[in-house]
């Protein structure tokens, strides 16, 4: 979301490079950073050249001009039974697919950038490109405080020093009127950084703007009246909090061997595991060709994992705040554009990895630490054993780490390999509340509970409005080939007669194989619980079961917005925790390709309609987590983060538990 986007710079650059030293390996941090100039894996994110051909190849087939812009360039993957034919050094596909916006009209173009042919040219109807980018937010804050009406209304609050006062975009969700009708909306609020430090600002309240994007103009202001202007900036510097606790004895996670991993490229094995990855600017990290060692064999588990949608809807139905409704991946072209900060966001043994990608000109640049890489010591036993003598083994994992900012809030994105075999897949919410400046200066002044009627009060004058967090996965498993299907172990109560048992009931698992997209939909239940697994039915572990794996929610949430509301439809994703589709390598994101300002139906809900068969074919899932926010005071000024995340785990995978050959 872009309401309070910060500008976030650094000069320090750290780049891993691995060598080979026998055994182990030896990371060393240089000051220059590496841009690679041809792909070694036929996933690898695009490298400079390829993206410079991409724009080439379009301007040369007249497809482009100055005024062009891209929202989105990107690796076109190569078919599945490509990827998965290929052996390193065979020649490989190299394809971009680009997302041209040339003024009102959007089209979808593949190139081939190693032969720099321009292999289709598609215009999309009725759809908006993502939001602005970081130049065009300049331009807006410009466009925005030339507005009379706009200025009359910041001078009304007693503002008049423009220069302290930063105007920024977001997306206008959709609600059916004529108003939002083949326009490219966006609107703006503003805030005060007087007093304050840039991208930390007071939220100058009851001040909306409508914005044509495509036409560059202040359609309407909105003044609902005036708030006063909050006191606190929410600066967390030395300064604002006081003094600090004192530094803690060292404690540092130290290899002088190097890594326990190798590298080649974006491939990586580490201990059983093998995995590749690419850094997506539209979902973060993609993981793809995860396979664990098993004996003598390689055996394949996920083809392809990511981050799919996120959907963050506030809930104050006020003018200024109904349209905030998210979806942070799709709207968002610039969210995975903070570089991570060495020794705090990763530990002092991580790997880091750079990032080349493309702004809405076409001009390539580099984007360094975009992820890491690290061993950690987990602090727990892998497994133990007391009878008689004790048996105990440590364990360690391996951590790949990426960050993502979407305005206010920090989310970290974990990929974590286990020795057991179990993937965990976690997401951490940091950052500050979207925040709402009220008339009240704390709850007990609120005495009709006006102000904090959608929220709760997190410092003087502010309220952090309540909201939802979602996250949509897309798990494209291939357990020991690409025949899957999906199970669901439904735990039933038994009750027993007394001619059967002392006891009265039991509880049994009954297996049921979903045969259709439909039958496989299915939303967490307390009251009748399940086990979701996806197994492969030709393969048999030496005990008769299809082998398979599981996965295992965590924490999690459901949507409390009515149906007919039309950020719900927008968001049908979050209708249920689980969704199984055949695979389509066009069907990517689980609200559709183009959220921004979509109607409803897109993604899951639309494909799910044809309620395909699932049964023994190659098959996604899809998970959605999610979490109610009710703020409170320890958010501000900067959140703790807070955890939540899904396992992974084999189940009737292995003939036995596959740690128990760990070392003592």
């Given at each position: ?16 490079i691995?060598?080979?030293?026998g ?9 220059q ?23 080439e ?44 916006e ?24 009725g ?23 706009l ?6 609050r ?15 969700g ?7 009708q ?65 530094a ?39 993981v793809?060709?995860?396979?664990y ?15 799919s ?65 690290f ?16 048996e105990?083994?440590k ?8 960050i ?6 920090d ?5 974590v ?121 030709n ?58 300002q ?37 958010d ?7 955890w ?16 128990l050959?760990?070392?003592?």
């Open positions: 979301m872009n309401v309070r986007r910060r500008f976030v710079s650094s000069t320090r650059s750290v780049k891993g691995l060598m080979s030293l055994a182990a390996a030896l990371v060393l941090a240089i000051a950073p590496v841009w690679p100039q041809s792909a070694e894996h036929p996933l690898d994110g695009l490298t400079a050249p390829e993206y410079w051909a991409a724009t190849t379009l301007q040369t087939a007249g497809k482009a001009n100055a005024k062009t812009r891209y929202p989105m360039i990107q690796l076109k993957e190569p078919p599945k039974e490509e990827v998965l034919a290929w052996k390193p050094g065979q020649p490989m596909r190299r394809e971009a697919f680009v997302m041209v040339q003024g009102p009209q959007i089209f979808e173009a593949v190139v081939d950038v190693h032969g720099k042919k321009l292999i289709s040219w598609t215009e999309v109807k759809v908006q490109p993502p939001l602005i980018s970081l130049g065009q937010e300049i331009e807006l804050d410009a466009a925005v405080k030339e507005n009379a009406e200025v009359a209304g910041l001078k009304k007693g503002i008049t020093d423009l220069n302290t006062v930063f105007c920024s975009g977001y997306g206008p959709y609600f059916g009127t004529a108003e939002e083949g326009k490219r909306l966006l609107r703006a609020s503003c805030a005060d950084i007087h007093g304050g430090v840039q991208g930390a600002g007071r939220p100058i309240e009851g001040l909306e703007v409508l914005y044509d994007g495509n036409e560059g103009k202040v359609l309407r202001v909105i003044d609902t009246g005036v708030v006063p202007v909050p006191k606190d900036a929410g600066i967390y510097d030395l300064g604002a909090i006081g003094t600090l606790r004192d803690p004895a060292p404690m540092k996670v130290e290899q002088p061997m190097g890594p326990g991993f190798r590298l080649n490229g974006q491939s990586v094995t580490w201990e059983k595991w093998s995995f590749h990855f690419r850094i997506d600017r539209r979902v973060g990290l993609i793809t060709n995860v396979g060692q098993d004996g003598g064999r390689l055996r394949p588990i996920l083809y392809e994992g990511s981050l949608e996120m959907f963050v809807p506030y809930m104050d139905p006020s003018q200024a705040w109904f349209a905030r409704t998210f979806f942070d991946a799709g709207e968002t072209p610039d969210g995975f554009s903070s570089p991570l900060e060495a020794g705090a966001d990763c530990p002092e043994n991580a790997v880091y990895f750079d990032q080349v990608y493309t702004d809405r000109k076409g001009i390539t640049n580099l984007k360094q630490r975009a992820a890491c890489l061993e950690q010591p987990t602090g727990y036993m892998a497994w133990r054993h007391d009878e008689g003598s004790i105990s083994r364990s360690r994992e391996l951590v790949l780490r990426t993502g900012i979407f305005g206010n809030y989310y970290a994105f974990d990929w390999f286990q020795q057991d075999g179990t993937i965990r897949v976690r997401a951490g919410a940091t950052g500050q509340d979207e925040i709402k400046a009220v008339k009240s200066r704390t709850a007990a002044e609120d005495t009709t509970g006006q102000d904090g009627m959608y929220g709760r009060f997190i410092a003087e004058n502010i309220i952090g409005v309540d909201h939802d967090h979602f996250f949509s996965y897309r798990l494209d498993f291939d357990v020991d080939g690409t025949s899957n299907s999906f199970v669901r172990d439904k735990l039933r109560v038994k009750h027993l007669s007394a001619a059967e048992s002392l006891r009265k009931s039991v509880w049994v698992a009954e297996p049921e194989t979903a045969k259709t997209e439909a039958q496989a939909k299915t939303s967490m239940s307390m009251e009748q619980p399940e086990i979701w697994r996806v197994v492969n039915p393969v048999k572990s030496p005990l008769g079961y299809p082998v398979g794996y599981e996965l295992m929610g965590g924490e999690n949430a459901m949507s409390l917005l009515v149906p007919d509301d039309y950020p719900q439809k927008r968001a049908g994703f979050t209708d249920y925790q689980i969704w199984v589709t055949p695979y389509r390598e066009n069907e990517r994101y689980a609200a559709g390709d183009y959220p921004t979509s109607k409803g139906g897109d993604g899951l809900p639309a494909w799910t309609k044809a309620n395909r068969p699932i049964e023994n074919t190659d098959i996604v899932l899809w998970y959605t987590m999610g979490f109610h926010h009710v703020p409170h005071a320890e501000w000024p900067v959140m703790p983060t807070i939540h995340g899904f396992e992974l785990r084999p189940v009737n995978f292995f003939a036995h538990n596959p740690a050959d760990l070392p003592k």
